[in-house]
């Protein structure tokens, strides 16, 4: 159902893949609310995915880019602006790719060169993004820019590994620059903390179905999934939030709030359960 929150915005998508995609989702009800938008992804991925699919069901151009590239940045918005007609409204960086997880690197026995691959990508392109939009003035007074992060950004999650630093990165770039732009241009910078999401990216982490069985027990309205997430971003986009900014907002069905719910805590007696003797010890495999 549309509310026509984003009526007459222009907007900047960029990650979405397939339909698995959080960004996928976003065009989706963007377009739905109103906008008009241009999609960026690698030009890899625009071969191997299907955001030409996307483009075609929303009237939207695809702009190849590789988001690290501040070359390839000062393109994606210089076209964008002129395709659209005007300065951009919203912009949605869903970004990200360890290639440490990738190949099974635990965080002990990191590849620095990979490191910095990790950061540039999912964190740095963020800064790089900001930078180029406010020196082509590219960005409308009172735009909207998110970038998706992880509660693994605040804590330790078995598996995340060096995401969680490039969430930790990405949320302080969305505050520092967050004053700057809002002081300067009153533009609003925010990140949301999305639940475990099954996307193609997110399947790549250890564990991703026990992580978000796992989550899914401990918050109490359940995992938020990428419909929900999308909605959210729409209304972060929206005029109704025009003084939010600098925020890391979790999406996360209460999850962060949490310490022990009523349902993990069953699923872990359980497993006690399950592993001990006849006297209740603890069986050691």
């Given at each position: 159902m549309s509310h026509n929150l984003l009526k007459g915005k222009r907007g900047i998508i960029f990650g979405a893949l397939n339909e698995m995609s959080i960004a996928w989702k976003v065009a989706e009800r963007a377009v739905e609310e109103?906008?008009?938008?241009?999609?960026?992804?690698?030009?890899?991925?625009?071969?191997?995915?299907?955001?030409?699919?996307?483009?075609?069901?929303?009237?939207?151009?695809?702009?190849?880019?590789?988001?690290?590239?501040?070359?390839?940045?000062?393109?994606?918005?210089?076209k964008s602006v002129e395709i659209l007609g005007g300065k951009i409204d919203f912009i949605l960086h869903s970004i990200g790719m360890s290639p440490n997880v990738r190949k099974k690197r635990t965080y002990d026995d990191l590849d620095y060169d990979m490191l910095e691959k990790t950061l540039d990508i999912s964190a740095i392109s963020f800064h790089k993004m900001l930078q180029v939009a406010k020196k082509q003035d590219a960005i409308a007074e009172y735009g909207s820019v998110i970038a998706l992060s992880y509660v693994a950004a605040q804590r330790t999650f078995f598996g995340y590994n060096d995401m969680a630093d490039a969430k930790s990165l990405l949320e302080s770039i969305a505050r520092s620059f967050g004053y700057i732009y809002g002081r300067e241009k009153g533009v609003r910078i925010n990140t949301i903390s999305q639940s475990p999401t099954l996307t193609t990216a997110g399947s790549g982490v250890k564990g991703m179905d026990h992580l978000m069985d796992f989550a899914n027990k401990m918050s109490p309205l359940g995992n938020a999934n990428a419909d929900e997430c999308a909605d959210y971003c729409i209304m972060m986009f929206s005029d109704l939030t025009r003084k939010v900014t600098m925020q890391n907002l979790f999406h996360d069905g209460g999850f962060s709030s949490m310490g022990m719910s009523l349902r993990a805590m069953h699923q872990y007696s359980k497993c006690l359960d399950d592993y001990a003797d006849k006297d209740g010890h603890i069986i050691y495999g």
């Open positions: 109103g906008a008009t938008i241009t999609l960026s992804n690698t030009p890899i991925a625009v071969r191997m995915g299907q955001i030409d699919d996307l483009a075609q069901k929303l009237n939207a151009e695809v702009i190849p880019a590789d988001a690290t590239s501040v070359e390839d940045l000062e393109m994606v918005f210089s």
